[in-house]
């Protein structure tokens, strides 16, 4: 099965869910995206998961974005029971093989589907239960009820809910009791470019890079940039930029791309002409943050390192064969300076760009 699938919850007809699926002989992956109004408020999570050939769920990467805030969770799974939520244990959810979103008729084909069960049995299960928008993570008791060829009876054993569900010949829901009903099925529609960026992309820092992490994960989102251009210390361009920052490389690594003049701007090139992109990597073995910059614009390839001191971080290297140095100044949680500088034969500092920064998202 590589299907894309769409549901309308009926239930207040206010939200939507769509979800391509694809299935290989090594396992199953749910990629979706769920809309929804919640108290009035529009509500967004998109989520990924993934499960072995047995369809016991192995990892689900989740963002929320929710009343002007951004939030991501990573639940990893053994496959026995043992779970981790940001890389840490989560013994709370011990004995849970399926997780079930919240939002999501969907996840609940992953038990469906794990158990197989023969028309008038009854099994019942624990469930890593995601609720949004508060992003609480719990065990959940749950039954489920084969009542007929493709109709099942969920029951939350923790309350009073129950609902009848509905189900295609792949084990996933087309009726969710009066709440959730699928009104679209087509092939699988992802793109290079989209599955490109979720491989390369990450909802956080791994938990390996511990504390180091903190050095760099105020600046993950979108900024504004007012950007000028120096020669010989005097400023001589100035234009509107762009910067977008996300971890990636499975959260061991920030990658950035850095636009100036901003992409509505690009017909009227007056500045250095920056698109281009910074991977930084934490060096453990040095302490140390190592970034190389690449634009093809011009070609130019920089390798600088450093740290963050306080309200600074100073990384320094070279660049077109004198040493330099990149600044980020004056840090603070919506709003920073960046400067570039090429040291003069007299060893002094010459400042050849300045970037002042606000955020835009994040």
């Not at 072995?52 to 990892?59: E, L, V």
């Not at 779970?83 to 992953?110: E, F, K, M, Y």
Request: net charge negative.
């Amino acid at each position: 099965m590589n299907q894309t699938l769409m549901w309308r919850r009926i239930l207040d007809e206010a939200s939507f869910e769509q979800a391509s699926v694809r299935m290989d002989p090594d396992g199953i992956e749910i990629a979706g995206t769920a809309l929804l109004a919640e108290a009035g408020a529009p509500l967004r999570i998109d989520y990924r998961l993934t499960c072995d050939a047995g369809w016991i769920t192995r990892r689900v990467e989740a963002t929320q974005s929710f009343q002007g805030r951004t939030r991501t969770l990573t639940l990893d799974h053994d496959g026995q029971g043992q779970w981790q939520r940001d890389g840490t244990p989560a013994p709370q959810l011990d004995g849970c093989l399926d997780v079930d979103l919240g939002i999501s008729p969907a996840t609940n084909a992953l038990p469906i589907n794990r158990l197989r069960l023969a028309v008038g049995e009854t099994r019942e299960i624990r469930a890593a239960w995601v609720l949004f928008p508060e992003f609480a993570v719990k065990p959940a008791a749950q039954s489920y009820e084969r009542l007929g060829e493709g109709l099942y009876r969920y029951r939350g054993l923790d309350s009073d809910f129950q609902a009848e569900v509905a189900v295609d010949e792949a084990g996933f829901p087309t009726d969710y009791g009066t709440i959730w009903r699928r009104i679209a099925t087509g092939p699988a529609t992802r793109n290079v470019q989209q599955v490109t960026a979720e491989a390369l992309l990450s909802p956080a820092a791994s938990p390996v890079l511990g504390e180091a992490a903190h050095a760099f994960d105020w600046v993950i989102g979108g900024w504004r940039a007012e950007v000028t251009d120096f020669a010989e210390g005097v400023p001589v361009a100035s234009d509107i930029g762009e910067w977008w920052f996300s971890w990636a490389l499975d959260g061991r690594a920030i990658q950035d791309v850095w636009i100036a003049p901003a992409r509505g701007r690009r017909q009227d090139i007056r500045i250095a002409d920056r698109y281009s992109t910074t991977l930084r990597f934490y060096d453990a073995g040095a302490g140390l943050w190592r970034i190389i910059w690449i634009n093809p614009v011009t070609g130019t390839v920089n390798r600088l390192a450093g740290t963050r001191q306080g309200d600074r971080i100073l990384l320094e290297g070279e660049e077109y064969g004198s040493p330099a140095r990149w600044s980020f100044n004056d840090i603070r949680p919506d709003s920073f300076t960046w400067r570039g500088e090429i040291q003069k034969p007299d060893g002094s500092w010459r400042l050849d760009a300045e970037f002042r920064l606000v955020r835009v998202m994040g």
